[in-house]
Nanobody
Framework: QVQLVQSGGGLVQAGGSLRLSCAAS????????MGWFRQAPRNEREFVGG????????TYVDSVKGRFTISRDNAKNAVYLQMNSLKPEDTAVYYC?????????????????????WGQGTQVTVSS
């Protein structure tokens, strides 16, 4: 059974940093793109960023470019989201996800329909 277990998150002041982790189990995901999404209250789920199956390419929504960094460790079947210079508008529940098909291009990671498995969600709250 495939599972994505998230950790990290919490409460931080504006300008601070947090790191989210997402550990996958059940089978290897080294050939699958992975992504991060977030959902704030009363908002739809929003793409944050994605990473290619090999980890060599990433893409981000404009609002987090230069502040957030996605990385992965295929040996550990894990993906990470390093969030720096956090703003109150980054407050949301964050979700990691694994692509539905292998070798999905990282340029397609913006689309939630391309994902088959999702983490349980992690609350990130940024105070002003």
């Amino acid at each position: 059974q495939v599972q994505l277990v998230q950790s990290g998150g919490g409460l931080v002041q504006a300008g601070g940093s947090l790191r989210l982790s997402c550990a996958a189990s059940g089978r290897p995901f080294s050939n699958y793109a992975m992504g991060w999404f977030r959902q704030a209250p009363r908002n739809e789920r929003e793409f944050v960023g994605g990473i290619s199956w090999g980890g060599g390419a990433t893409t981000y929504v404009d609002s987090v470019k230069g502040r957030f960094t996605i990385s992965r460790d295929n040996a550990k079947n894990a993906v990470y989201l390093q969030m720096n210079s956090l703003k109150p508008e980054d407050t949301a529940v964050y979700y990691c996800a694994v692509a539905r098909t292998s070798y999905t291009s990282y340029t397609d990671t913006y689309n939630p329909n391309h994902y088959a498995y999702w983490g349980q969600g992690t609350q990130v709250t940024v105070s002003s």
